[in-house]
């Protein structure tokens, strides 16, 4: 399954310019981990950097302008960081498989004379079969909508040492002074700036290696989930996935218990571990064909529903059915999932989500914002990350690996949350 190894981020909000893990241009740089988490005081800028990827991967399914004001994000002018002139940017660096050369992708955003937000410019690149070191060729290039892909799943356009004319490329191609590049690219023209090039071209089997990364954004999934919404009644049948607000938990039930009852049975024996007394999990249909979501206890006769059940117990259910899904998303994000539950279930969770992802099957990459020491406790200095404001009022991002201190005291045996907690974590 595809992993990131590194994202750069620019001018979003308060990340004026902040990288985790590793780049093309960062090869030093150590990759993101199976799981990572972020941490940070309030107002540092961890939700924006939740909605970042958010932000990316509603770029890729409605376009730049309509991603700037989905989720209450209020438009380009509100997203930007405040006093900056460039764009915003952002950069990826993943594999698709752990032995895959590594693909960059990257991607600018900015406003035209009339102020609507389009695509700048948009770049995928990989190095060549063999190729361990120099800059990677191009599969993709656009700028202003205009540009060259490169068909097939080998080699790529050489953009040359020195600064690239993709101007004067595209018009050495199209009068065929190029002769090689020209046999395996094709110059092209977005009819809508506002659409991400991945969008269109990852659509057509000519170019795999554009549809592989577009299906990678895809199935990122970033939980919104709420309690409140896993209430909800919804209309009986099953479903495969839970969506972002989970308040399809009962069709999901529903889709488990008939195709996948032994992979059911071992979350409610977990359950059951965590959560003392919840004994059965199964769905009921209203009259009118709505869905309940029924909770068995074993000290009463009669089910609770849903609707009974404690905020605390609804997510830790929904979180177990997200890491059993069948078909796990590649890249999962998931905002303050401490909230609501008891502080002694927090490090089991971490340890839940942390064995999904480095599990044998190749789960769920998994990115979490967290504010909780004891979920911290069952991480290692290498998977957590510290947010900071910085005197200049946008955010700074280090890696807690990154100080000997901290790494020689958690190998002593002291956890790392409580290490957080007593302040050994702060900037010195």
């Known amino acids: 399954m595809a992993k990131i190894e590194g994202v750069r981020i620019k001018n979003f909000r308060a990340l004026k310019d902040v990288t985790l893990g590793k780049l093309w241009s960062l090869q030093q740089a150590q990759p993101l981990t199976p799981i990572t988490a972020v941490i940070g005081k309030n107002g540092v800028g961890k939700s924006t950097l939740f909605d970042a990827f958010g932000f990316l991967a509603d770029c890729l399914k409605s376009g730049a302008e309509e991603a700037c004001d ?17 764009p915003i940017e952002f950069e990826v660096y993943y594999k698709e498989e752990r032995n895959a050369r590594p693909i960059t ?12 937000p389009y695509v700048q410019k948009e770049r995928l690149r990989q190095r060549r079969k063999g190729q361990t070191h120099g800059r990677p060729f191009s599969f993709l ?8 892909v490169w068909k097939g799943e080998k080699e790529g356009i050489d953009e040359g040492k020195d ?4 101007l004067g490329l595209v018009e050495s ?9 020209s046999r395996e690219t094709e110059v092209i023209e977005l009819e809508d700036k506002r659409k991400l090039g991945i969008a269109t071209l990852g659509s057509l089997k000519q170019h795999p290696r554009i549809s592989a990364f577009r299906q990678f954004i895809e199935g990122w999934y970033l939980s919104y989930f709420t309690p409140d919404a896993a209430r909800s009644l919804p209309l009986a049948g099953p479903q495969k996935h839970l969506n972002i607000h989970g308040d399809n938990l009962g069709n999901v039930v529903q889709f488990m218990e008939r195709e996948h009852s032994k992979r059911f049975q071992g979350i409610l ?35 609770f529903y849903s609707q009974q059940m404690s905020d605390g117990t609804l997510k830790v259910f929904a979180y177990l059915l997200l890491l059993e899904d069948p078909a796990p998303p590649p890249f999962l994000c998931i905002e303050e999932p401490e909230n609501g539950l008891y502080h002694k279930l927090l490090e089991a969770l971490a340890l839940e989500f942390r064995g999904h992802a480095t599990g044998q099957k190749g789960g769920s990459q998994i990115f979490i ?3 909780q020491p004891y979920f911290v406790d069952a991480l290692s200095p290498e998977e957590v990350w510290v947010l900071e404001k910085g005197t200049d009022g946008f955010s700074a991002i280090r890696r807690v690996s990154e100080d000997e201190t901290v790494k020689n005291m958690v190998a002593e045996g002291l956890p790392l949350g409580g290490l957080w907690y007593s302040d050994y974590l702060d900037a010195r």
Do not use: M
Not at 70 to 86: A, E, M, N, P, V
Not at 173 to 181: A, F, L, R
């Open 70 to 86: 989905l989720h209450g994000r209020g438009g380009f002018d509100r997203i930007k960081s405040q006093g900056q002139d460039g």
């Open 105 to 116: 992708y990257e991607i600018s955003i900015h406003q035209d004379q009339k102020g609507r």
């Open 141 to 148: 290039l656009l700028n202003e909508g205009r540009g060259l």
């Open 163 to 166: 600064q690239f004319d993709l």
């Open 173 to 181: 191609i199209q009068k065929g002074e190029t002769e090689e590049e």
């Open 269 to 303: 024996d977990r359950i059951a571990k965590r959560i003392p007394g919840v004994d059965k999990i199964d769905t009921d249909r209203t009259p009118d064909g709505r869905l309940l979501l029924r909770f068995n206890d074993k000290g009463f006769k009669d089910p």
């Open 369 to 371: 914002t967290t504010h």
